[in-house]
T-cell receptor, first 115, second 111 residues
Framework: AQSVTQLDSQVPVFEEAPVELRCNYS??????LFWYVQYPNQGLQLLLK??????LVKGINGFEAEFNKSQTSFHLRKPSVHISDTAEYFC?????????????FGQGTRLTINP | DAGITQSPRHKVTETGTPVTLRCHQT?????MYWYRQDPGHGLRLIHY???????DKGEVSDGYSVSRSKTEDFLLTLESATSSQTSVYFC??????????FGPGTRLLVL
């Protein structure tokens, strides 16, 4: 079974600084990877996804992630963060069962932006 | 945003009572999922559906049952609620393997 490890439970950064949120997954023959963001008291919103092709994936709100097969990593980055990026971020890997997509989530990284 | 609603959005109930949560979609997606979110655990899959009347268990299915009689509705039932089922429950939908889209969640407190 797949597993996901988010290496930092909390990441504090200053506004306009760069940030990297780290995610490692257990290896598999084929893998689909996702980052979701959850703002306080809301559901999860898809930030970006890697299904195949280019290893650098661009998402919404200026975020990007790089798929590294050899290191089994899918780290999320943003060159300059804003107060509005304060949220919890979840990395997820997908297994397929009967065509359904079984997502396995990491425990989440809480990103706090300080002015 | 994907058309997903969950009801109720908040519920307080007592141990031993049955509880049903509803997920409704307007996207005509084939796949629907129920997750629970608990601090330190991320989201964990409870049950999923791959079509009308076609459902299967996820990672944490004990104490839960589901039903899907129409494409648009996926019900999660706690037959006899326990305090360990206090959580935030999310429904999600997908048309295939490209991504899942989540509803706003239901906060359940079992006293």
């Amino acid at each position: 079974a797949q597993s996901v490890t988010q290496l930092d439970s909390q990441v504090p950064v200053f506004e306009e600084a760069p940030v990297e949120l780290r995610c490692n997954y257990s290896s598999s023959v084929s893998v689909y990877l996702f980052w979701y963001v959850q703002y306080p008291n809301q559901g999860l919103q898809l930030l970006l996804k890697y299904l195949s092709g280019s290893t650098l994936v661009k998402g919404i709100n200026g975020f990007e992630a790089e798929f590294n097969k050899s290191q089994t990593s899918f780290h999320l980055r943003k060159p300059s963060v804003h107060i509005s990026d304060t949220a919890e971020y979840f990395c997820a890997v997908s297994d397929q069962i009967q065509g359904a997509q079984k997502l396995v989530f990491g425990q989440g990284t809480r990103l706090t932006i300080n002015p | 945003d994907a058309g997903i609603t969950q009801s109720p959005r908040h519920k307080v109930t007592e141990t031993g009572t049955p509880v049903t949560l509803r997920c409704h979609q307007t996207e005509n997606h084939r796949y629907m999922y129920w997750y629970r979110q608990d601090p330190g655990h991320g989201l964990r899959l409870i049950h999923y559906s791959y079509g009308v009347k076609d459902t299967d268990k996820g990672e944490v299915s004990d104490g839960y049952s589901v039903s899907r009689s129409k494409t648009e509705d996926f019900l999660l039932t706690l037959e006899s609620a326990t305090s360990s089922q206090t959580s935030v429950y999310f429904c999600a939908i997908s048309g295939g393997f490209e991504a899942q889209y989540f509803g706003p969640g239901t906060r359940l407190l079992v006293l």
